[in-house]
């Protein structure tokens, strides 16, 4: 044994007690911390794995304790951080003087290829169950349900699920009669408003905005046709497959039309800095951006961690980054210096990159990521963790073709991750949170799926039964008793507050003035003048649009990502920078002073109470009965009916419509 080796070990003998090294409590979590990303599943440098104590076999023991402590930093492990302390040290010696002990039922971990994502969609049989619902069978199995939720609690839930909008008061009575959800889920389902719901999920995960970001923040030239792109594909329930194909090879389809090219604006979503300092880096910034919220979005993989190098958590090398790189990389944006052009297709603008040649570049492994220094040549693959075989790239005549190969794999049933992925963000939506709570991570450090057979099921179903149709999805989860339960300690459904949109959205409805108007470019809100006050630039603020246009959804509202909304940035509106897979819900006080003193709560407010004037007259009791129906979806109770009375004794109309818009049941539905 070296003398120096000796000579660090005998210090820290000499220093520290002896102590007893426990393998759970200490050394697992050490090596876990320190070592198994180089010596566990994914890499085993030297053919050396530490993530079980099972092989950590004895032959080893000399050579892990002299690299530990070694002082020649080209011999010391780990090769990078900070060193591992003298107690550290000291504990993995004691661990292997006392004979490396492990508990025996230590689970080892598996190979990547064997986790669960990776497998092929199967669809499990049915559990025995007394309900004939399948998602029922699987959630409750022998268990009994928890009771149905309010029929009115449910009307306005299935309501703001599908539209985000509450029901009527027509609509509250035709249901009071019928009684029939299924009948109400049906409809809402054909509804345009449908689309402009659920589009709103879709463009929180492909990092939808309106402008650029960085300083100039440029406004995207006719972005809002990607928008309503995605409208107008969910409400005419166009198969998710093709849906995922002309996002990403739109332009290359052999039936390519207008609105498939309109839908590769999906990868030119990105913020974009259009004076970087360094052209070259900035390229692969692109590149990196569409590679990274595709491998999000479609296929549920951080592949973007292995540009640098190889992915330390995940079976991604920097290889197969580079591959996805090289099916991009013939794309090309248009621009005039600083200014973005947008491509004419048929007349028409369309936002989107261009493929000018068939020809593609050379892409190569980028050392470190650096864009000077070139590694091995590659050329177009998929992650080769989820392939047994390569699948096939197609050339073109007038564009490589790159993209529609890639797009035909993703969309694939061979594919095992397109269909759980998109199958887990629906169930998310309706439940508050999916299968899969690290909705854009299905890889080895994302979160194992609470029942996985069940997303198993839904997935293969969502395939080959319903054909890959969201529409259907919806309805099978809707119709289940699951999603119809109250919302109980026991229950799967969750009280969650409303996104931002349908906030502001039902406050349009309410007060009765939600603009209907569709499509077209964004309608640009009035901003607050203490928020205009703290911009830097006052010449890059909008003019407002006039009311009654401020006054559409909220899907249509300018989105700038240097200045973003007051109210819907307080209120937890998505990352615009990066893909956003699940909503933030936090809990800060400008929140309620956004609420109930902000401008347009107010304004609407003024609406709300001027509406109930018009449509009740003067009788309070009547005008309160009224407002409790058309913001609750409920009459009031006999308490709320006295208190109001009393409120309105001292208060004005507009005020006790102020407290119904900040009631917890108006943005936390039952």
């Given at each position: 044994m070296p003398s120096a080796f000796l000579a660090v070990l005998g210090a820290y003998a000499f220093v520290l007690p002896v102590m007893a090294a426990d393998y759970v409590k200490d050394i697992k979590p050490l090596l876990k911390e320190r070592c198994i990303s180089c010596h566990g599943t994914v890499k085993q440098k030297g053919d050396l794995r530490l993530d079980a104590g099972a092989l950590i076999q004895k032959e080893v023991h000399h050579d892990l304790l002299e690299r530990i402590a070694s002082t020649d930093e080209d011999e010391r492990m780990p090769p990078e951080g900070k060193r591992l302390s003298a107690e550290q040290i000291v504990l993995l010696r004691q661990w292997i003087a006392d004979g490396a002990p492990f508990p025996k039922d230590e689970v080892i971990p598996k190979k990547p290829s064997e986790h669960w994502s990776f497998q092929p969609v199967q669809s499990p049989p049915l559990p025995a169950s007394a309900f004939a619902h399948p998602i029922d069978a699987f959630v409750f199995g022998k268990r009994e349900a928890a009771p149905h939720a309010n029929p009115l609690a449910l009307l306005r839930r299935v309501h703001l699920d599908l539209t985000g909008l509450p029901p009527t008061i027509q609509e509250q009575e035709r249901f009071a009669k019928s009684g029939d959800l299924n009948a109400v889920i049906d409809d809402l389902l054909t509804r345009p408003e449908y689309g402009e719901r659920w589009a709103r999920h879709w463009l929180d995960v492909v990092r939808y905005a309106d402008s650029n970001g960085y300083e100039r923040d440029a406004e995207k030239p006719f972005v809002w046709r990607y928008r309503d792109y995605v409208i107008e594909s969910l409400n005419q329930d166009k198969p998710f497959n093709r849906f995922v194909l002309e996002q990403l090879a739109g332009d290359e389809l052999p039936d390519r039309s207008l609105a498939s090219v309109i839908a590769t604006g999906f990868l030119r979503l990105g913020h974009w800095d259009d004076e970087p300092a360094d052209p070259a880096a900035d390229r692969y910034d692109q590149l990196d951006d569409i590679v990274s919220t595709t491998g999000q979005a479609f296929l549920g993989l951080t592949i973007g961690c292995a540009r640098c190098h190889d992915h330390k958590f995940e079976p991604l090398a920097t290889r197969d980054y580079y591959s996805l790189v090289a099916v991009f990389n013939p794309l090309k944006r248009p621009a005039k210096g600083r200014t973005e052009l947008t491509v004419p297709v048929d007349g028409a603008e369309v936002y989107a990159w261009s493929e000018p040649s068939a020809k593609a570049p050379e892409t190569h492994v980028l050392v470190r990521g650096s864009p000077t220094r070139f590694g091995d040549l590659v050329e177009p693959a998929v992650p080769a963790i989820l392939v047994k075989q390569q699948p096939q790239f197609p050339s073109g005549e007038k564009t490589t073709q790159r993209r529609l190969g890639l797009a035909q794999w993703i969309?694939?049933?061979?594919?095992?991750?397109?269909?759980?992925?998109?199958?887990?963000?629906?169930?998310?939506?309706?439940?508050?949170?999916?299968?899969?709570?690290?909705?854009?991570d299905f890889g080895l450090m994302g979160a194992v799926p609470s029942q996985p057979e069940l997303l198993d099921w839904l997935?293969?179903?969502?395939?080959?039964?319903?054909?890959?149709?969201?529409?259907?999805?919806?309805?099978?989860?809707?119709?289940?008793?699951?999603?119809?339960?109250?919302?109980?300690?026991?229950?799967?459904?969750?009280?969650?507050?409303?996104?931002?949109?349908?906030?502001?959205?039902?406050?349009?409805?309410?007060?009765?003035?939600?603009?209907?108007?569709?499509?077209?470019?964004?309608?640009?809100?009035?901003?607050?003048?203490?928020?205009?006050?703290?911009?830097?630039?006052?010449?890059?603020?909008?003019?407002?649009?006039?009311?009654?246009?401020?006054?559409?959804?909220?899907?249509?509202?300018?989105?700038?990502?240097?200045?973003?909304?007051?109210?819907?940035?307080?209120?937890?509106?998505?990352?615009?920078?990066?893909?956003?897979?699940?909503?933030?819900?936090?809990?800060?006080?400008?929140?309620?002073?956004?609420?109930?003193?902000?401008?347009?709560?107010?304004?609407?407010?003024?609406?709300?109470?001027?509406r109930l004037k018009r449509e009740a007259g003067n009788d309070p009791e009547k005008q309160i009965t009224l407002a409790w129906k058309l913001a609750l979806c409920r009459n009031p109770s006999p308490d709320e009916l006295a208190k109001m009375r009393t409120f309105l004794q001292d208060q004005p109309l507009e005020q006790a419509c102020r407290v119904i818009l900040n009631l917890n049941e108006f943005v936390y539905p039952g």
């Open positions: 969309a694939s049933e061979q594919n095992p991750l397109t269909a759980r992925v998109i199958v887990n963000r629906v169930w998310q939506q309706h439940f508050g949170q999916g299968f899969v709570t690290t909705a854009n997935s293969h179903w969502f395939m080959h039964d319903a054909g890959w149709s969201l529409k259907k999805l919806h309805r099978l989860i809707l119709t289940s008793r699951a999603w119809q339960m109250s919302k109980s300690s026991d229950s799967l459904m969750r009280y969650r507050r409303l996104e931002v949109e349908v906030i502001r959205d039902s406050m349009l409805a309410v007060s009765g003035q939600l603009n209907p108007k569709r499509f077209g470019p964004a309608m640009k809100p009035g901003i607050p003048k203490a928020a205009l006050e703290a911009n830097t630039d006052k010449e890059k603020v909008w003019q407002p649009s006039e009311e009654r246009e401020a006054s559409r959804r909220s899907i249509y509202a300018f989105i700038k990502r240097g200045l973003v909304i007051p109210m819907l940035e307080t209120l937890d509106l998505a990352d615009t920078v990066s893909s956003c897979p699940q909503r933030q819900v936090t809990t800060v006080a400008p929140q309620a002073l956004s609420l109930f003193n902000g401008e347009f709560v107010n304004q609407q407010a003024q609406h709300f109470a001027k």
